[in-house]
């Protein structure tokens, strides 16, 4: 099921599925709700601006 539970996946270069997600949303505004919380709760579970930021430091560090 590609109606997950922070977003919903569609198919590369598919724009019907696009557009239905979009429709979806649009039609459903309590899950979309709930994917947007839940999407956040899993960016700040998962990645930490530290990380990312040590991660960039050390790309600039080798590209100099």
Do not use: Q, T, W
Not at 21 to 29: D, E, G, R, S, T
């Amino acid at each position: 099921d590609n109606f997950g539970r922070s977003g919903i996946l569609v198919p590369v270069m598919d724009c019907d599925a696009v557009a239905d997600a979009v429709v979806y949303c649009y039609n459903h505004p309590e899950a979309r709700r709930k994917m947007g919380k839940a999407g956040k709760e899993r960016v700040n579970a998962h990645y930490r601006k530290e990380d990312f930021l040590e991660e960039y430091r050390k790309l600039y560090k080798e590209m100099i």
